[in-house]
């Protein structure tokens, strides 16, 4: 069955969409409950940021998504181009959320501190840098078998 995209409603009537988006809201659901567990004490302002903007931590949204994106695409159009090019950049999303944005993270957290050291030790001002918060392996893994398990269970009838 061939998927047609005719008007802006039928946006929400498509699996891969419907699939996209459910993973990562579920994903950052889940990331938003795992630290409240852990601080136990947030305000809601805090955790509707969590919702909406936090990067790395458990499970992984960018994994969730692009896995939950290339399967929806593999169950609803098959195993063509679509999927191969949907397939590879997956990979390269989850490679950078593991590697260079957790990289990133690590460096800018380690200036910072060189920074505020620098700063009390001369006096001198400081402006700290934004530190990105990639993913370690286990998060991305959690995040991909999020995503498959959205996309088979959006295109459950795409796929018998």
Same mark, same amino acid.
């Given at each position: $069955?061939?998927?047609?995209? &005719?008007?802006?409603?039928? *946006?929400?009537? +498509?699996?891969? =969409?419907?699939?996209? %988006?459910?993973?990562?809201?579920?994903?950052?659901?889940?990331? @938003?409950?795992? %630290?409240? *567990?852990?601080?136990?004490?947030?305000?809601?302002?805090?955790?509707?940021?969590?919702?909406?903007?936090?990067? !790395?931590? $458990?499970?992984?949204? &960018?994994?969730?998504?692009? #896995?939950?994106?290339?399967?929806?695409?593999?169950?609803?159009?098959? =195993?063509?181009?679509? =999927?191969?090019?949907? =397939?590879?950049?997956?990979?390269?999303?989850?490679?950078?959320?593991? !590697?260079?944005?957790?990289?990133?993270?690590?460096?800018?957290? @380690?200036? +910072?501190?060189? !920074?505020? &050291?620098?700063?009390?030790?001369?006096?001198?001002?400081? %402006?700290?840098?934004?530190?990105? &918060? !990639?993913?370690?392996?286990?998060?991305?893994?959690?995040?991909? *078998?999020?995503? *498959? #398990?959205? @996309?088979?269970?959006?295109?459950?009838?795409?796929?018998?």
């Amino acid at each position: $069955m061939e998927i047609q995209s &005719h008007s802006f409603v039928s *946006l929400f009537s +498509n699996p891969i =969409f419907l699939s996209g %988006t459910l993973s990562i809201f579920l994903a950052q659901v889940i990331k @938003a409950l795992l %630290t409240v *567990l852990k601080r136990r004490k947030l305000q809601a302002k805090e955790i509707a940021f969590i919702m909406l903007w936090k990067t !790395g931590g $458990m499970p992984s949204s &960018h994994s969730a998504l692009v #896995v939950s994106l290339s399967a929806s695409i593999a169950f609803v159009e098959g =195993f063509d181009s679509l =999927f191969i090019v949907s =397939f590879f950049l997956s990979l390269i999303v989850i490679r950078d959320a593991v !590697g260079v944005r957790r990289s990133a993270g690590l460096q800018s957290r @380690a200036l +910072n501190l060189l !920074g505020k &050291h620098v700063s009390e030790r001369l006096d001198i001002p400081f %402006t700290p840098v934004k530190e990105i &918060h !990639g993913h370690r392996w286990q998060e991305a893994i959690v995040g991909s *078998l999020l995503g *498959l #398990v959205v @996309a088979v269970l959006i295109c459950w009838r795409f796929i018998f």
